[in-house]
Nanobody, 125 residues
């Protein structure tokens, strides 16, 4: 079992930055590819960014490329999402997810094994 706890969400103005954190506990963190998803009201959950178990490979949604950076610290068992130049359309609940690195593609992060509870990000115009 892996427990994921997100933090760092909040209300900011357009153009501002936020850094989300996801602290993992339980099984060996480095066994898992990690991803950040988001879900806006009335929309489907979408993959925002993902990172391989080593941190050597990353993947981003086109809508956040050049603005968001995903990283991980396998000593601190934490994955981060640095969000810069935020836009009102980035408003959503952001979820952290973990998928076994053996069979999880960071391109899709299909069917993650574990989810966090989510953190709200609201960007005002």
């Amino acid at each position: 079992q892996v427990r994921l706890v997100e933090s760092g969400g909040g209300l900011v103005q357009a153009g501002a930055s936020l850094r989300l954190s996801c602290a993992a506990s339980g099984r060996t963190f480095s066994n898992y590819a990690m991803g950040w998803f988001r879900q806006a009201p009335g929309k489907e959950r979408e993959l925002v960014a993902a990172i391989s178990w080593s941190g050597g490979s990353t993947n981003y949604a086109d809508s956040v490329k050049g603005r968001f950076i995903i990283s991980r610290d396998n000593v601190q068992n934490t994955v981060y999402l640095q969000m810069n130049s935020l836009k009102p359309e980035d408003t959503a609940v952001y979820y952290c997810a973990a998928g076994d690195e053996v069979y999880t593609s960071i391109t899709t992060m299909r069917s993650p094994d574990y989810w966090g509870q989510g953190t709200q990000v609201t960007v005002s115009s």
